[in-house]
């Protein structure tokens, strides 16, 4: 048999893409081409999704049409929201949504055709429904009714909105809208990898995604934002960072929001939520966390030659906005979706099975020996 490959497949390519493009040296992030920087600048969530799923811009009554759709599939079937409710109040945001995902398959008229036509049908309704199903949750558990969507706001408003009960700033909707964008899709990160696994199986949409949420729950992935304001929290006060984060090297431990399998400098996603998370703060007179991370940051840097990744400052931005810790792993699902069923469409158009091969290591002539004997 051939080499084994390097733990945690670290470098092997395991299929061409067209999705995606990472370029970890110069920290540049490509979606269908475009720069991320760029679709920051001028896009929105929406075309983006467009952008991802359909390889390339919209044009004005493409991207009409699709918003419309999208605004259109966001209520949650009645009996849905009787099951959420029916759920023990202290599960964790995270197990509702893998939950809710899988459950919703079964309202999905289109649930088990795996055609392009119908598995786009079913990506734009998860797109729709998983910001509503995060945001009912999120007042469910408070003992609150759910807010419905409101058709007259953008995508990431409309998610502010239905959390929160009341319309957000401008500032607050614009950042949660460069925060959808910059989660959107990311190559073959591991939740996309066990996307494409099921979905190589001929297994369905909603199966996929129910599998990339499982992955992305895990702190090395997408949980790592939540370890972050763990981090922020202990440190307190801004003047303790420096001192608190030098005793976390000197111990030896991970710090959440540095370091990447791909980038070798600092992730291009970092800087805007970096400058979105500053902004928020002046806004809202609270500059604390930013300073804090701004000083973990120049000192592991200095110290480990490890930059930030887009875990970072994507927490002190949610939680200026209100967004409690344990909904921010949800948040990034509910953008990163866009990509996964981007990488759905991808894999059934072009599907071998995924079944990579073991170097066994175990014992070959073991003897069996009957239970009272042993
Ligand atoms: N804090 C401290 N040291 C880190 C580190 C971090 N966040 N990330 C990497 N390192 C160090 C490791 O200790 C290791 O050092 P060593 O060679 O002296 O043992 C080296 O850098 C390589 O780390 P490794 O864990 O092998 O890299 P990886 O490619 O397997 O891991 C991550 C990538 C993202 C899992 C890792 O950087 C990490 O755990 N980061 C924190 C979690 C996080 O922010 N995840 C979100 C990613 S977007």
Not at 20 to 42: E, K, M, N, T, W
Not at 62 to 68: M, S
Not at 300 to 318: C, F, R, W
Request: charged fraction near 25%; proline fraction near 5%; charge should be positive.
């Amino acid at each position: 048999m051939t080499t084994v490959a390097k733990a945690g497949l670290e470098d092997v390519v395991v299929s061409t893409s067209e999705i995606c493009f990472i370029d970890g040296r110069q920290g540049r992030l490509l979606y269908r081409g475009f720069d991320i920087d760029d679709l920051v600048a001028h896009s929105t969530f929406e075309e983006v999704v467009y952008l991802l799923w359909h390889g390339a811009l919209p044009s004005r009554k493409e991207l009409d049409a699709h918003k419309k759709a999208l605004v259109r599939a966001r209520k949650l079937p009645p009996r849905f929201i009787t099951f959420l409710k029916d759920l023990p109040k202290k599960t964790a945001p995270m197990e509702v949504l893998r939950t809710g995902v899988s459950a919703l398959s079964a309202f999905d008229p289109d649930a088990a055709d795996n055609a392009r036509e119908a598995t786009i049908r079913k990506a734009i309704r998860l797109t729709a429904q998983m910001p509503t199903l995060v945001a009912a949750w999120e007042r469910i558990r408070r003992g609150k009714a759910p807010v419905a969507p409101n058709p007259r706001l953008s995508h990431a408003a409309n998610f502010l909105y239905m959390m929160f009960g009341k319309k957000p700033t401008d500032l607050a909707a614009r950042t949660f809208d460069v925060a959808l964008i910059l989660h959107a899709d990311h190559e073959f990160n591991a939740s996309t990898f066990a996307a494409r696994v099921t979905a190589a199986t001929l297994s369905d949409l909603h199966s996929a995604i129910t599998s990339a949420i499982g992955a992305l729950k895990g702190p090395l992935h997408g949980g790592a934002n939540e370890q972050v304001m763990h981090m922020v929290e202990q440190i307190k006060d801004p003047a303790r960072a420096e001192a608190w984060i030098r005793k976390a090297l000197a111990d030896k431990a991970r710090i959440m929001g540095f370091g990447h399998r791909v980038y070798r400098v600092e992730d291009p996603r970092a800087k805007h939520l970096r400058r979105l998370a500053t902004l928020l703060g002046e806004q809202t007179g609270d500059t604390h966390y930013v300073a804090s991370l701004n000083t973990v940051a120049r000192v592991v840097t200095e110290e480990k030659h490890i930059y930030p990744n887009v875990d970072l400052y994507s927490g002190a931005a949610y939680t200026t906005m209100g967004v409690p810790t344990d909904q921010f792993t949800p948040i990034f699902a509910i953008s990163r979706v866009a990509g996964w069923s981007a990488h759905v469409l991808e894999q059934h158009a072009h599907n071998r099975l995924i079944r990579p091969r073991a170097e066994y290591t175990g014992p070959t002539s073991a003897t069996y020996v009957p239970i009272d004997q042993r």
